[in-house]
C-alpha cells in the first residue's frame, strides 16, 4: 500500500464517519447549510513558490447554479477574487 492508498483510506473514513454522525456543511457559493450527502467539494491547486497549496471549495451538489459557480472558481486565474465577473 502506498502513501496515497492510505491517504485515501483516511479520507473515506473520515467522511464515512461524518456521515454516520450527520454532519452539515455549508455551502462556500450560497451560503446554505446541507447536510454531508448533498455537498461536492472541488479543488486546485495554488503553488506559492516551492510549495504547494490545495484550495478547497464546498458546494451544492443538487444545484447548477453553485455547480456553474464552483467550476468557475475552479478554473479562475485568481482564486481570491472568483466571483469577479460572475
Do not use: F
Not at 11 to 19: G, L, Q
Not at 58 to 77: I, K, L, T, V
Request: proline share 7%; charged share 20%; glycine share 10%.
Amino acid at each position: 500500500m502506498g502513501a496515497g492508498d492510505a491517504h485515501l483510506r483516511v479520507t473515506t473514513d473520515a467522511r464515512a464517519v461524518t456521515h454516520a454522525l450527520g454532519h452539515n456543511w455549508s455551502c462556500h457559493v450560497c451560503g446554505k447549510t446541507r447536510p454531508d450527502p448533498k455537498i461536492l467539494v472541488v479543488s486546485r491547486t495554488v503553488m506559492s513558490g516551492p510549495i504547494e497549496i490545495k484550495h478547497n471549495l464546498r458546494y451544492c451538489g443538487d444545484s447548477p447554479g453553485c455547480a456553474n459557480d464552483a467550476q468557475a472558481w475552479a478554473a479562475h486565474p485568481d482564486p481570491q477574487n472568483w466571483h469577479d465577473g460572475l
